[in-house]
């Protein structure tokens, strides 16, 4: 079964509103479209979908979680992978 056009396009975890439409006439495609920036990144939360990152964090936490690239980031020398920031330092998990 295909995936629903929506879900073949890469989402983000992060939303910032597009600018609102001056004609009140396009308001219900702009919250339309709104609307389903915000189901995938809600989705993508919810399934802990992880976007690769190529830059550390400026400041990491415990508790961290990033997907590195292992070429222009790579914590380590370990390569490409899912890190923890634990105790200081990142964990290839």
């Not at 992060?14 to 915000?38: C, G, K, M, V």
């Not at 415990?62 to 920031?85: H, K, L, Q, S, V």
């Amino acid at each position: 079964m295909a995936n629903a056009p929506s879900k073949n396009v890469k989402s983000v975890n992060r939303w910032t509103p597009n600018p609102a439409p001056i004609n009140n006439d396009q308001l219900s495609d702009y919250l339309f479209h709104e609307l389903n920036r915000l189901s995938d990144i809600i989705f993508n939360l919810d399934v802990m979908r992880l976007e690769e990152t190529n830059v550390a964090p400026k400041k990491p936490r415990n508790g961290d979680i990033r997907y590195a690239d292992g070429a222009n980031w790579n914590p380590g020398g370990t390569g490409e992978g899912i890190y923890a920031y634990v105790n200081g330092a990142w964990a290839k998990l």
